[in-house]
């Protein structure tokens, strides 16, 4: 049993760390990290981050675990995993959407035209997408989704609502999932489609998150879209909404903020003082402490088996939703005790005066929450434990 990684890819994060480094003394790099805002990462865009993944694409970092023939460099998809792990350390923008949800389903289900028109863009890093499934109604039974496509000439008009979609306000192209079959079973009668945002029939509308990241509601209006811009078979949707959901798993939810969190908490409590006396003396902060440098230890540990299932071919959905779950409320966790052991300084939002850790972890109370819902919420990840992991019913209600 080996739990590090292997020499080769230990030069690649070398690599990655390098790159970070060189990046870091450019102008705009403010713009581009935010280090100690641990979930900032896919979240906001400026022209800094967008050179930055442009700079990657350069690199080489985008698309590696893509096939050759795509233009890929056929890794195991570990490296794309390393790359991210070391992007949200410094909160920078992690490689998502496009290279994982979007080219991965391409490259396995996408026609040949859709596959010639948006690999080549995704890998030079020139589109974002945002990701269209939760609904007003639906958000934990995706399936339920109501927003419907009928068919209308050589393609499909599409009206309803979506809900939560994050990215909807700057990206390029809408990765939409509709009902196109509302006689099927709910699991049966749903298709993907690609969409450009800015079509006349979209209109974006804001929310406003407690942890001030705007995610938003769209609103779809007679938004024509071509048969030709449906990905995979008709009425397979919902298949590949999993696949890609189980990669989302896998590739998100890094450690690295989690270590960066603790080492903020370690730093603060090594300086501190309450009551004149040093924080690392309170027998209760001390307790904390070591508790929480085992859990994240625990959550490492997590994530290894989902890496491990993955890079052995698995769909480690049962591994994915532990860690997840696992990491998320760790983060929460960790986020609330700070607001303890700080006290009232702690609810000093960072523009205040005598703010402390520059509002950071007031900050992370606010937005960590929002980890235990995005891809599936604290609940359902249970579910997926206790029904697929432990064979146990699907409720034990009546
Ligand atoms: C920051 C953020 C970004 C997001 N980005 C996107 C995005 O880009 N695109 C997108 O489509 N969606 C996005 N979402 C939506 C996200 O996937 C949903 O919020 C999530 O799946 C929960 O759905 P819901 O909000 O409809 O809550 P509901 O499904 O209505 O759940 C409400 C509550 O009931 C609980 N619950 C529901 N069903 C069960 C059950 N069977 N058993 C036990 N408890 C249950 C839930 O756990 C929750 O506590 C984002 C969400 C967040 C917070």
């Known amino acids: 049993m080996n739990f590090e990684f292997s020499a080769e890819e230990n030069l690649f994060v070398d690599e990655v760390k390098a790159f970070i480094r ?17 979930s ?4 906001s865009d400026t022209p800094a981050r967008r050179r930055f993944n442009l700079a990657m694409a350069d690199r080489g970092f985008l698309g590696m675990s893509w096939p050759k023939k795509y233009g890929g460099a056929d890794k195991d998809g570990i490296y794309d995993y390393l790359l991210n792990e070391e992007l949200s350390r410094v909160g920078a ?5 496009g290279i ?9 289900h996408g026609s040949e035209k859709l596959k010639t028109e948006f690999l080549p863009q995704i890998l030079r890093a020139e589109i974002e997408f945002a990701l269209g ?3 007003p109604s639906c958000g934990s039974d995706l399936a339920a989704m109501k927003v419907k496509a009928e068919r209308s000439g050589e393609g499909w008009k599409i009206n309803g609502q979506k809900m939560w979609n994050t990215s909807a306000h700057f990206a390029d192209w809408y990765w939409l999932a509709v009902r196109t079959d509302s006689s099927a079973s709910k699991y049966e009668g749903i298709s993907l489609f690609i969409v450009p945002m800015n079509h006349p029939g979209i209109t974006v509308q804001a929310i406003e998150t407690l942890g001030e990241h705007r995610t938003n509601s769209v609103f779809l209006e007679d938004v024509w879209v071509h048969d030709e811009y449906r990905v995979g ?13 189980d990669f989302e798993r896998f590739a998100i939810y890094t450690i690295s903020p989690l270590e960066v969190k603790l080492e903020r908490m370690w730093a603060y409590v090594r300086s501190g003082k309450r009551d004149g006396r040093a924080l690392i003396k309170f027998p209760e902060v001390r307790r904390l402490l070591a508790q929480f440098t085992a859990q994240v230890e625990m959550a490492k540990m997590f994530q290894r088996k989902v890496i491990s299932a993955a890079c052995q071919g698995g769909v480690p959905t049962v591994e994915g939703a532990m860690f997840k779950l696992y990491m998320t409320e760790l983060s929460q966790r960790m986020a609330n005790a ?3 052991i700080l006290g009232p300084q702690g609810l000093l939002h960072k523009s205040g005066v005598d703010v402390v850790s520059d509002g950071s972890w007031e900050w992370s109370y606010r ?3 929002l980890d235990t819902i995005g891809a599936g919420t604290s609940e359902i990840q249970r579910n997926i434990i206790a029904r697929r992991g432990l064979g146990l019913p699907a409720s034990l209600a009546r």
């Not at 900032?40 to 979240?43: I, N």
């Not at 923008?93 to 959407?97: Q, S, T």
């Open 22 to 38: 060189e990046q870091a003394q450019l102008p705009d790099a403010a713009d581009v990290f935010a280090p100690d805002r641990d």
């Open 40 to 43: 900032d990462s896919m979240l």
């Open 93 to 97: 923008p992690l490689i998502g959407k």
């Open 100 to 108: 994982g949800i979007v080219g991965k389903t391409l490259i396995t």
């Open 133 to 135: 499934y939760s609904e």
């Open 233 to 245: 078979e008709l009425n397979k949707g919902w298949i590949y909404i999993c696949e890609a959901l």
């Open 338 to 340: 700070m607001m303890n």
């Open 367 to 369: 937005a960590s929450p």
